[in-house]
């Protein structure tokens, strides 16, 4: 009977090792650089691969970071993504960066999630309040007041957001951990979806009335990453 439990826990411990990484699968070469021409390639994560004999110093380069974005939105915010899409050579390496813009007095970047990724923000310039909700049935707030040189970790799948609580224009920078980490903004994708949710749906989740609810989705969801 023991032997039994423990083939059964070692079928399940097996079963379930493929859903416990944190981040993309490790590489099995030194770099899969991306390319949109499956001519002569091999379809590696989601993207097709250069010859390596091909890459080039540009594959893994991007150049700008350094530029101010313009924050005259909405939410007050600009999210600059530096992923696969930006740098083919980050294909099947596991990782991305975001530079993060802030208008002065509220600039927001708003509540969201990365179904891919943990992040690990940096304030470069200015004053952030941010902070994560931890997972039902708990659903706790953890914040904190960020300032230059300051680092926070939102952990992988949380709804979090930064919220510029300066006079100045506020500036940060994001790692992810994930070539392709993928954003949802909570109200754009509750409010603002392809096509409408049904309000009744909405009405009873949020405990709002209807007439709030039409609303809310008739108003234009800014997308700023």
Known sequence: ??????ILVFCLLALASPFAYASDPSPLQDFCVAINDPKDA??????????????????????????????????GSTVTPVNVAQIP???????????IDYAPNGGLNPPHTHPRATEILVVVEGT?????????????LITKVLYP???????????????????????????????NPGVITVANAVFGSNPPMN???????????KNVVKNLQSKFWWANN
Do not use: E, W
């Open 128 to 140: 952030l309040y941010v902070g994560f909700v931890t997972s039902n049935t708990d659903n706790r």
């Open 89 to 99: 050579g980050l294909n099947t390496l596991g990782i991305s960066l975001v530079r």
């Open 149 to 179: 040189g300051d680092v926070f970790v939102f952990p992988i799948g949380l709804i979090h957001f930064q919220f510029n609580v300066g006079k100045t224009n506020t500036v940060a920078f994001a790692a992810l951990s994930s070539q």
């Open 199 to 209: 309000p009744d749906v909405l009405v009873k989740a949020f405990q709002l009335d």
């Open 1 to 6: 009977m023991k032997t039994a439990h423990f």
């Open 42 to 75: 091999v379809f590696v994560n989601g993207k097709f691969c250069k010859d390596p004999k091909l890459a080039k110093a540009q594959d893994f380069y991007y150049s700008g970071l350094n530029i101010p974005r313009n924050t005259s939105n909405p939410v």
